[in-house]
């Protein structure tokens, strides 16, 4: 499905991400992990097309996509859930879910989504009609991965998706990611909560200082000791 050949990222004259390869097939889970500052949020920014590569090839089904824009890149089937939410704040919840459809396929389908994006989080149907800046952070969370599933994508990017929730909340996020791969959804998910994170995944990427330094199963990946102590901090 997703294909990532010699991906180079630059920040001006600062290297971030250097001969990047990475694959994503149809119906995983795979997640990257890594320290921070590794280079995870500028390698989904530059798949959903919010950021420009410097060289290498990105690939969704054999197409390539390198130098497309995001709203291009959406009409191939990727949709991103960004670091930080991003929602619309003062525009209510039902408005930021519809702006998700924008595309026309998706606006074919407008009405079956907004029934799974309820049946997953209820209280954005409840809450249809509030100022999306009101929800607590945690259905703030929840409206923008919302609004990425309104996009119908086969592919979702997922950034950071549990960052700054509480405990519970957590446990309700990685149940949706669940059953939104059960749907058939691929999912690329970069995760500060790395063993939640591979506890989810199929096939785990270790991103340091911009190089993929491994891959695996996560059970590989927990068995590895620059795993262990760089990013589980276990010595």
Not at 103 to 130: C, I, K, M, T, Y
Not at 145 to 160: H, K
Request: proline letters at 3%.
């Amino acid at each position: 499905m997703l294909e990532v050949r010699s991906l180079d990222v630059f920040y001006g004259d600062a290297r971030a991400l250097s001969g990047v390869d990475l694959d994503v097939a149809a119906g995983e889970i795979v997640c990257i992990v890594g320290p921070n500052g590794a280079g995870k949020s500028t390698l989904v920014n530059t798949l959903a097309g919010l950021h420009r590569s410097a060289s290498g090839r990105i690939a969704m089904d054999g197409q390539d996509i390198t130098r497309l824009a995001g709203h291009q890149v959406c009409r191939h089937g990727l949709a991103i859930v960004p670091e930080g939410r991003r929602i619309f704040p003062a525009m209510s919840v039902r408005d930021n879910l519809d702006l998700g459809a924008y595309r026309r396929e998706a606006r074919a389908a407008h009405a079956d989504s907004l029934n799974w994006v309820h049946e997953l989080f209820p209280v954005l149907s409840q809450r249809a009609g509030q100022r999306a800046g009101s929800l607590s952070g945690g259905e703030q969370q929840m409206l923008a991965i919302g609004r990425a599933l309104m996009a119908r994508p086969r592919l979702l990017l997922l950034d950071e998706p549990s960052l700054g929730l509480a405990p519970v909340i957590v446990d309700q996020v990685f149940e949706v990611i669940a059953t939104i791969n059960g749907r058939g959804v691929s999912i690329l998910l970069v995760e500060q909560n790395v063993q939640r994170a591979l506890d989810v995944a199929q096939r785990a990427y270790l991103l340091s200082e911009g190089r993929i330094l491994l891959q695996g199963t996560p059970a590989e990946l927990v068995a590895n000791d620059a795993v262990r102590r760089s990013v589980l901090g276990i010595a």
